[in-house]
């Protein structure tokens, strides 16, 4: 459990770090890094409630294996096209650190 903890929080952690480059190599505006900085947020928020209905209702390993695929299948899809997939790669990302 600890360990996928830690996967999971490496998704949402690891991009701020990387704003400012980017910013430089996708053109995006400070307005557009706000929202993509404010993303997890606004999902825990959206996505917190169905967690715990989802785990009694299919089994907490089963709920933490469809977090572990949304979280590969968000992350592939920032690093495959950033252009065009960061922000619902972000999604994808944040609704799956829900489901632990």
Known sequence: MVVLAFNLR????????LFPELSSSLHL????IAVLAATPVV??????????PLSRRH?????LLAAL???AVGLLCRA????????PGTVLASAARLSR
């Not at 999902?43 to 715990?52: P, R």
């Open 10 to 17: 490496g998704a949402i952690t690891s991009l701020p770090p």
């Open 29 to 32: 505006s400070s307005a557009e």
């Open 43 to 52: 999902c825990f928020g959206l996505f917190s409630g169905v967690a715990a």
């Open 59 to 63: 089994g907490e390993e089963r709920v």
């Open 69 to 71: 695929v949304l979280l």
């Open 80 to 87: 495959a096209l950033p252009g065009w997939l960061l922000f």
